[in-house]
């Protein structure tokens, strides 16, 4: 079955950069585009953007340029998420999850089991 | 960017009744292809992640029990959760997928009386 394992938490300084990946089975990992959603504590859920599995290209929603970055290192089905110079409003839970394709494009029909990543002083 | 819109944002609901979730789009999201709406729900029990309950407005995801049900079209959809269990505590989100960026609606949280 589908599965997207995701790196343990993360205690950060604000400055500091993080590294969160997210290994996928179960599935043809470079057929699937991977999407990334942030939930900060208590709040909902917003889209960051996504990684095209097959080129590596990555596409960023607004508010995630710059110092949010997608990767892959499609030789052990991984996606990345890096995030550089963390504010303590980077304080969120991390989701990477895997597009649907097909007749379920853009659906994210599989979601790793969230990163929390705090930023504190 | 589409913005949505859930209500209410919380209800209590007697176990075994129905529970219904409004999701409105602010524009349609209504596909051309293939007439279909291109809306989302998901369900998120406390500390788990999202998880997919419904795609194109109406169609169930596989192995989501039958009392899970999707409406609507344009850009007024409704959940409803036929006879209520105790396992359906959770917050409810929609999401649409018309256009660039995919957008989720706030919320609605569902308790059990």
């Known amino acids: 079955q589908v599965q997207l394992v995701q790196s343990g938490s993360e205690l950060k300084k604000p400055g500091a950069s993080v590294k969160v990946s997210c290994k996928a089975s179960?599935?043809?990992?470079?057929?699937?585009?991977m999407n990334w959603v942030r939930q900060a504590p208590g709040q909902g859920l917003e889209w960051m953007g996504w990684?095209?599995?097959?080129?590596?290209?990555?596409v960023y929603a607004q508010g995630f340029t710059g110092r949010f970055v997608f990767s892959l290192d499609t030789s052990v089905t991984t996606a990345y998420l890096e995030i550089s110079s963390l504010k303590p409003e980077d304080t969120a839970v991390y989701y990477c999850?895997?597009?649907?394709?097909?007749?379920?494009?853009?659906?994210?029909?599989?979601w790793g089991q969230g990163t929390l990543v705090t930023v504190s002083s | 960017d589409i913005v949505m819109t859930q209500s209410p944002d919380s209800l209590s609901v007697p176990l075994g009744e129905r529970a219904t979730i409004n999701c409105k789009s602010s524009?349609?999201?209504?596909?051309?292809?293939?007439?279909?709406?291109?809306l989302a729900w998901y369900q998120q029990k406390p500390g788990q992640p999202p998880k997919l309950l419904i795609y194109?407005?109406?169609t169930r995801e596989s192995g989501v029990p039958d009392r899970f049900s999707g409406s609507g079209s344009g850009t007024d959809f409704t959940l409803t959760i036929s006879g209520v269990q105790a396992e359906d505590v959770a917050v409810y989100y929609c999401?649409?997928?018309?256009?660039?960026?995919?957008?989720f609606g706030p919320g609605t949280k569902v308790d059990v009386k």
């Open positions: 999401q649409q997928y018309k256009s660039s960026p995919i957008t």
């Open positions: 194109w407005a109406s």
């Open positions: 990684i095209n599995t097959e080129s590596g290209n990555p």
């Open positions: 179960g599935y043809t990992f470079n057929k699937y585009n």
């Open positions: 999850l895997k597009d649907g394709g097909g007749i379920k494009d853009w659906v994210l029909d599989n």
């Open positions: 524009q349609s999201v209504l596909y051309s292809s293939n007439n279909k709406n291109r």
